[in-house]
């Protein structure tokens, strides 16, 4: 919570060339707008995508940021079907038709911060070229961390279980936190998943949305 009492997130670089230098973007036209940034992930052509969770004014979308100052954005899409996202989480690119996929859980209004959702909780592929969006996968409580196989065979897709909070704190309760791979099967041109398969389940306290990239690869490699 910042000092005029709004929700908000701040937005900062690290230079990897010079290591121990931190820039933070908040004066810049990224940082001043983007509102609730959360996931993201690089784009094809140096920039970036990011998830914008929004706020009770601003909307939930996923944008494209310039990795350069001073570090422009554009809405990528902001809706589906003319129905407002709840609080976009997390993204990913897949490399083979440019398509964009994220998930959508209602964060933002369990968090006080969003309007009630006009959308369930799921999994979205967005393709750039042609405008169309698509829900690829549903039944989740709070989707929240996606990410393809090395091969590109298979999308995991964590679930957190968080339930309803007071505006402040979450609510964990004793729902499951769980983690999903679901196979992709692609007809003609267009890419489906299928047949969803249990990988882990942990009850009460349990983040498992978090760090999904690196559980994936640490999998993949033992």
Request: hydrophobic content about 30%.
């Amino acid at each position: 919570m910042n000092q005029d009492g709004k929700k908000d997130i701040s937005l900062y670089k690290l230079n990897i060339s010079k290591p121990g230098i931190i820039e933070c973007l908040d004066k810049t036209d990224g940082g001043r707008n983007s509102t609730m940034l959360n996931g993201g992930t690089n784009h094809p052509d140096g920039g970036l995508i990011f998830c914008q969770q929004g706020d009770m004014k601003e909307p939930s979308a996923i944008i494209y940021m310039s990795s350069k100052p001073p570090y422009t954005t554009h809405h990528v899409v902001n809706n589906f079907k003319g129905r407002p996202f709840s609080s976009v989480n997390d993204v990913v690119l897949h490399p083979q038709d440019g398509s964009i996929w994220f998930t959508d859980p209602s964060y933002g209004y369990a968090g006080g911060w969003r309007p009630e959702p006009s959308l369930p909780p799921v999994v979205y592929a967005f393709m750039p070229q042609t405008c169309e969006i698509r829900v690829v996968a549903d039944g989740f409580f709070r989707p929240n961390g996606l990410t393809f196989s090395p091969d590109y065979k298979k999308c995991y897709v964590t679930d957190t279980g968080a339930g309803h909070g007071d505006g402040f704190t979450f609510e964990w309760g004793t729902k499951p936190a769980t983690m999903y791979y679901l196979t992709l099967f692609k007809l003609n041109t267009v890419m489906f998943l299928i047949s969803e398969h249990l990988v882990s389940r942990a009850h009460g306290y349990c983040r498992i949305g978090e760090c999904l990239r690196i559980v994936i690869k640490a999998f993949q490699t033992e």
